[in-house]
């Protein structure tokens, strides 16, 4: 679904997309549909038309997807006009499209919708096999009104403005073909109404600072993108984008039933201060990097006593994973951050009414590298579908069939922890090294360190490594935890002999404490040179 969204906002930004030596419109034209081709999507014209210096085709037809979901174009006119060795596109003012798939329930369903591009135009120059599309979209607006499932219509009135874009797309043909891409855009405004059945309503509306968007991608000739990603890898397909968003502001209220059968309504609001995301993926690995800077939310609803709110000063995260199945290690990265997180005092209140804990910002930090061997591609959908034909029969089929009698549940889901248990992992992790754990909360801080690898013949549920780890304020939070009853007065001496028992005191007279865990080859594990297993 990533991909399909991706490509499709290319393929939009592209025909709502100017090039440098001499081309003429039948080249021009001709690239947009080796580009579109070149994604998966099958392109199809009506009519052709040549008058002096411009071309101009209609009724043209653009499609992507499947047999389980497609999305197609029906863009009424595109005029070529060329110019001193340039080419001048511009599109028809308004355009219509089609999604169409099935739901959860199997039950096929069909959304239509239109694309305004008012005032648009395009300028290409270059050369046939070297174009640079230079763009400039005064307003695009998307809206759908209805959709469409089974033998019922419903109003599905949702909106999506964009003003002031202008950019450039460079295509480079060959094999592979090559392109690279930037935009810029002014306000972005979303609203919508959605309403499946009578009392049950959800209503929204916002608006985003503008964005910027770059990005490249390497498609060898011949690949088939949405059928089958992995095989477009391995041929060579590359991509890498990143996405810069400015200030954010959304809200919504809704309205419907709660699981007893009660009406309930809410509403909400978030209001961030911007966001970036970049991705990357090739036969080399798959990247992801997000970052967000300081926002706030707010929930409130019938069937709660008060608003849930929270806000942050900035968050982040990081992943990075091999995707191809080899039989040697390879790296990864797993990395999160989230600091200045502050709760609302009516949440505080819930409980520690008398405000004895500290309400000070609480922050996570989290740094994990290692490698791992990876047992298929990540992205083979073919020997992921042969797992799930050899594999056994679920149990829940069997539970149904024999009746619905009340252990029937507690069957399924047992059935189903086995089922996923037995389902074989793309990875194997072989070694994982802890470069950072840092909590700050309630007033204690907790810092760990350290590594843990596979021991020779085996896993990492018994690894062999060690980890060190450091508290300060912990001794602090019991005695508040018991205080406030939190900690039953009963469990505190317990509590305290597991903390000596994994922790021992780094200088007397603080509230500093420290930890060491070694694990090691027999499987033992010595807390602090003493032996716990």
């Not at 874009?165 to 959605?194: E, N």
């Not at 009340?406 to 189903?416: I, N, R």
């Amino acid at each position: 679904m990533k991909l399909r969204l991706t490509s499709s906002a290319l393929a939009l930004a592209a025909m709502t997309a100017p090039a440098f030596a001499d081309v003429t419109s039948e080249q021009v034209w001709q690239s947009w549909v080796d580009y579109y081709q070149s994604l998966g999507y099958t392109v199809t014209e009506g009519k052709r038309d040549k008058a002096g210096q411009t071309l101009t085709l209609s009724d043209i037809a653009i499609k992507s997807g499947g047999a389980d979901s497609q999305v197609a174009f029906e863009i009424p006119q595109v005029a070529l006009t060329e110019d001193g060795g340039k080419v001048t596109t511009v599109f028809a003012d308004s355009m219509t499209g089609t999604a169409t798939g099935s739901n959860a329930e199997g039950e096929a369903y069909e959304v239509p919708f239109t694309v305004a591009l008012p005032g648009n135009s395009m300028v290409t120059s270059g050369a046939p096999g070297d174009m640079t599309h230079e763009f400039d979209y005064p307003t695009i607006d998307l809206a759908l009104t209805t959709m469409k499932s089974g033998d019922t219509e419903t109003p599905l009135p949702i909106r999506l403005g964009v003003a002031d874009s202008t950019g450039s797309f460079h295509t480079v043909a060959g094999s592979p073909a090559k392109y690279d891409y930037a935009m810029k855009s002014g306000k972005i405004t979303f609203s919508g109404d959605v309403s499946e059945k009578e009392g049950e309503s959800l209503r929204f509306d916002g608006s985003m600072d503008g964005t910027e968007i770059s990005g490249d991608m390497t498609v060898p000739v011949g690949s088939k993108l949405e059928e089958d990603m992995n095989a477009a890898l391995k041929a060579g397909l590359a991509m890498n984008g990143v996405l810069k968003a400015g200030a954010l502001v959304a809200s919504f209220d809704f309205a419907g039933q709660s699981d007893e059968g009660e009406p309930q309504t809410g509403s909400g609001k978030y209001d961030g201060k911007g966001f970036d995301l970049s991705y990357g993926v090739s036969q080399d690995g798959m990247s992801y990097q997000a970052g967000s800077d300081a926002g706030s939310f707010q929930l409130t609803s019938s069937d709660m006593p008060f608003p849930v709110n929270y806000a942050i000063e900035s968050g982040s995260f990081d992943m990075q994973m091999p995707v191809m199945r080899s039989d040697a290690a390879q790296p990864f990265k797993l990395a999160y951050s989230l600091t200045g997180l502050t709760l609302g005092d009516a949440i505080w209140n819930l409980f520690d009414a008398q405000g004895q804990l500290p309400r000070d910002p609480a922050s996570l930090d989290l740094d994990l590298t290692g490698t791992t061997k990876v047992t298929r591609d990540l992205f083979d959908q073919t020997a992921s579908a042969a797992e799930d034909a050899t594999a056994p029969a679920d149990a829940t089929d069997d539970a149904t069939a024999e009746g619905m009698d009340e252990a029937a549940p507690a069957d399924d889901a047992e059935a189903a922890a086995e089922a996923d248990a037995a389902e074989p992992q793309p990875f194997e992790p072989v070694d994982v090294t802890i470069n950072q754990f840092a909590l700050n909360a309630l007033g204690a801080k907790v810092n760990a360190q350290g590594a843990l690898k596979a021991p020779e013949g085996g896993d990492m549920t018994a690894p062999v490594g060690q980890i060190e780890a450091q508290y300060e304020g912990v001794n602090g939070l019991v005695d508040k935890l018991g205080a406030m009853g939190l900690i039953p007065q009963d469990q505190i001496m317990g509590v305290r002999m597991m903390l000596a028992m994994f922790a021992k005191p780094v200088t007397e007279g603080e509230d500093k404490l420290a930890t060491q865990l070694e694990f090691k080859e027999d499987g033992s594990i010595f807390a602090n040179g003493q032996q716990i297993k």
